[in-house]
């Protein structure tokens, strides 16, 4: 079956929500571009986000990141992963809603960690007290990722597979986004 996007599919959530793993699926399913915010930004910067964190910190990374996702949305409609950080700013919720579509892979906590936990590319995690540092992260990420558009559940029974199937479910409810063909 045969889709057409319309406007960019925006993923968003916490780090280990699979917004990378499932975006790729997701375009792949879609015969669309996928493209990661992140990878763009190191690209730009020659640089690790981990590298920019630790040279400029996180204000410089933020500004280079609304750059980078303004940029991406100008382009044709694709997949495209954000950081976990990306939605948290009005200025980029504004950007994606005018150009594209958010889609919050809402996923436990639980679910989160045992994802995140033996990862050390996670500049935010290096702390005395990974866990508690990502439950204090998530408590102030959830109310900023419910604003947008369209929000699934991640299930820690589902494969990567089934979880692009459900954004797809999701996003074919919404014709100004994806329309079968």
Request: with cysteine; proline share 4%; charged share 25%.
């Amino acid at each position: 079956m045969a889709w057409e996007l319309k406007k960019t599919v925006v993923m968003v959530g916490m780090m280990g929500a699979g917004k990378t793993a499932v975006g790729t699926q997701l375009a792949r399913m879609l015969d669309v571009p996928f493209l990661d915010s992140d990878e763009e930004i190191e690209k730009a910067a020659n640089m690790t986000i981990a590298e920019i964190f630790a040279r400029d910190g996180e204000p410089f990374f933020r500004l280079k990141e609304t750059q980078v996702l303004a940029r991406l949305l100008a382009g044709k409609p694709c997949v495209l992963s954000t950081g976990g950080g990306a939605f948290l700013s009005e200025k980029n919720q504004g950007l994606i809603s005018a150009c594209g579509v958010a889609v919050w892979l809402r996923a436990d906590l639980e679910l989160l960690w045992n994802r995140v936990r033996h990862r050390s590319t996670r500049p935010l995690l290096r702390t005395e007290n990974p866990r508690a540092t990502l439950a204090a992260l998530y408590e102030a990420r959830v109310p900023e990722y419910a604003k947008a558009d369209i929000a699934v559940d991640a299930d820690p029974s589902y494969s990567v597979e089934q979880m692009a199937e459900k954004v797809i479910e999701a996003l074919a409810a919404r014709p100004d986004v994806l329309e079968r063909i």
